[in-house]
């Protein structure tokens, strides 16, 4: 075979790979006496390279299930798998290791460190790898995301659009092969939202970066390979709007 169409080959397998999985998943959750169920039976496949848009009212249990795909939180039932590792064959620390440098999350309320910079905030994630610090690394994504001259500014110094930017440079700092937002441009006026568009669907064009995301922006929604809105404690699909509004 030749070198040519083994890299064409690797390209097709990459392009099929299994990087989410859920199967009839379920949660639970108690509040007060009450049991309240947010998601029931759910199912979801996402391949790599795809980007896929979660729309669904608020309360429909969208953060939650961006929390259970990420294997930041546990479902009551059902079973879930990343990159094709089962995430419950895996403890906290194990769901952490296969996430650390491949997995960005933006989470709908930033979730930044109130004590450090900025552009600390950002290279946690690195720290967290062992590729080290890389603070010109971190730099060049805050450039990105239009915030480079507030890299010495602690989080209560900035706008909650400029914390929702500095969490978006956080997440895509060490190049993941698949990122979780959660409302990435629920702060943002249009043209910065639209900025920030351009830098996933650019990262998901150039690397392949599969995106997962939570939005109410249907311009955003619309650029994503697949909409699905959830409903009643599953995924539904949703056909694309021609406006776009
Ligand atoms: N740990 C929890 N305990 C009790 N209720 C919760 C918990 N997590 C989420 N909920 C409730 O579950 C529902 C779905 O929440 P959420 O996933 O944040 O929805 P969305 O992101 O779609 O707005 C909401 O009614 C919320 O109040
Ligand atoms: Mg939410």
């Known amino acids: 075979m030749s070198t040519t169409s ?11 790979a299994s990087v989410l ?11 007060g006496e009450r049991i309240l169920t947010i998601l029931e039976g759910l199912s979801l496949d996402v391949v790599a390279g795809e980007s896929v848009a979660i729309l669904g009212s608020s309360g429909a249990g969208k953060s939650t299930l961006l929390s259970l795909l990420a294997g930041l939180d546990t479902p009551s039932g059902g079973e879930l798998e990343m990159f094709g590792q089962s995430l419950a064959a895996l403890d906290e620390d194990g769901r952490a290791r296969l996430r650390a440098g491949r997995v960005g999350f933006v989470f709908q ?11 600390e ?3 946690l994630p690195q720290e967290l790898t062992d590729s080290g610090m890389n603070s010109s690394r971190g730099r060049e994504w805050l450039e990105r995301v239009g915030l480079v ?3 010495h500014h602690l989080p209560k110094q900035l706008s909650g659009g400029e914390q929702q930017r500095v ?7 060490t190049e993941p092969d698949l990122v979780f937002a959660d409302e990435p441009t629920g702060n943002l006026d249009r043209d910065t939202g639209q900025r920030i568009a351009d830098l996933l669907f650019g990262l998901n064009r150039a690397s392949g970066t599969t995106l997962v995301l939570v ?3 249907l311009t955003l929604a619309n650029r994503c390979d697949r909409q699905l809105t959830l409903e009643h404690g599953r995924l539904h699909e949703r056909q694309p709007t021609e406006a776009g509004l």
Request: proline share 2%; net charge positive.
């Open 6 to 16: 083994q890299a064409a080959d690797n390209t097709k397998a990459a392009a099929t």
């Open 21 to 31: 999985m859920a199967r009839n998943l379920n949660k639970e959750v108690t509040s």
């Open 109 to 119: 309320n930033f979730q930044l460190l109130p004590t450090l910079t900025a552009l």
């Open 121 to 123: 905030n950002v290279l």
């Open 149 to 151: 001259e507030r890299m």
């Open 167 to 173: 969490a978006i440079a956080r997440a895509f700092v």
């Open 215 to 217: 939005t109410h922006d």
